[in-house]
């Protein structure tokens, strides 16, 4: 009787060890395409970019699109400035939020993915020798394919629009993070800040101005700051209100 109960409470055991095991390989299968913006399993395409380059700052940020134009960013420092740099001016801080892109430019991402296998393909040409720009990646992966490929920089013109997409867009979320640090710390400082998104903007160098929207409308509603920085704050917001270029 014993001896049956003792084998009845193996059997379930190693029942167990074998539900903990398929629900470990089934995270770690999955990793980060299992979460999208909102954390939740994502059932559709996803795509995924990352850049690394430790000369800049930051130097690493990567992205997870969902089709529907939802995603998250996150982006890691490199190293400090030096110790007389003001601290407000090149403040180092990883950022980790969502982000939810305009139609127009979701359209283009995954159009592309899919005209280009899914990034199943060979970016770059060994054979092309070009100075370092940094190491990037893009990634597909849904119901209809996947694939990845890893370049420095790319002959395709299809890649490297999408690629300057990407940077075009973190280049306006980390302007953000700036904006909100001088907004705190350095008022007159906002003024040439935006005066520089201004002109990245017009120029194409950066996309999706709605994404921070908030810390702008801050900016444009706070008494304390220059007049002509409000105002560049409220152009900007116009700018935010209205579909990304593709220029």
């Known amino acids: 009787m014993i001896a049956d109960e003792l084998k009845l409470a193996g059997r379930r055991f190693g029942l167990l060890l074998a539900l903990v095991a398929a629900v470990s390989i089934g995270i770690c299968s999955t990793g980060v395409w299992a ?4 954390g939740a399993q994502s059932a559709g395409a996803q795509v995924g970019f990352s850049y690394e380059n430790r000369q800049l700052q930051p130097a690493r940020y990567n992205f997870l699109i969902d089709e529907n134009g939802a995603g ?16 407000y001016q090149n403040l180092a801080e990883a950022q980790d939020r969502p982000v939810q892109l305009s139609r127009p430019v979701v359209e283009h991402i995954f159009s592309t993915a899919r005209a280009q296998k899914f990034f199943a393909i060979k970016c ?23 694939g990845s490929c890893t370049y420095n920089w790319s002959k395709s013109a299809a890649i490297e629009k999408l690629t300057t997409i990407f940077e075009s867009i973190a280049f306006t979320l980390e302007e953000g993070r700036r904006l909100e640090v ?17 002109t990245a903007v017009k120029e194409g160098r950066a996309l999706e101005v709605q994404s921070i929207q908030p810390v702008l409308q801050e900016i444009a509603e706070d008494d304390l700051v220059l007049e002509r920085a409000r105002m560049r704050a409220k152009k900007l917001l116009d700018v935010g209100n209205t579909t990304a270029s593709l220029r």
Do not use: I, N, W
């Open 35 to 38: 979460q999208s913006a909102g």
């Open 72 to 87: 998250q960013y996150h982006s890691e420092p490199g190293d400090p400035p030096p110790a007389d740099t003001p601290s």
């Open 124 to 146: 770059e040409d060994e054979k092309d020798k070009v100075a370092f720009q940094g190491t990037k990646q893009l990634s597909y992966r849904g119901p209809d394919g996947s």
């Open 182 to 198: 001088e907004h705190k710390h350095d008022r007159l400082a906002l003024d040439a800040e935006l005066g520089e998104l201004t």
